[in-house]
């Protein structure tokens, strides 16, 4: 799933094969409970999020839900 996903990122496209493995080789899970905020607007990004199961708002103060991600998708790549 991860590599599906990196594979369609413009990031990573000059990585190949073998450099995209050493790259998921540091990607860790993470357990989010319904409604928890993963990232905050204002906060700094460190993370990139491959969305393994379930889905994600995306929302922005004062102009409410902007867009939903769902499995497969990545959130936070450009804070890399």
């Known amino acids: 799933?991860?590599?599906?996903?990196?594979?369609?990122?413009?990031?990573f496209?000059?990585?190949?094969?073998?450099?995209l493995d050493k790259l998921i080789d540091v990607f860790s899970p993470i357990n989010c409970t319904v409604g928890e905020k993963v990232i905050k607007q204002g906060d700094t990004?460190?993370?990139?999020y491959v969305i393994?199961?379930?889905?994600?708002?995306?929302?922005?103060?004062?102009?409410?839900?902007?867009n939903e991600c769902g499995i497969g998708q990545t959130f936070g790549e450009l804070a890399l």
């Open 1 to 11: 799933l991860i590599m599906v996903a990196l594979k369609g990122k413009f990031l």
């Open 13 to 19: 496209e000059s990585l190949n094969s073998t450099q």
């Open 45 to 48: 990004g460190d993370f990139m």
């Open 52 to 66: 393994q199961t379930g889905h994600f708002e995306v929302t922005k103060d004062g102009q409410g839900k902007l």
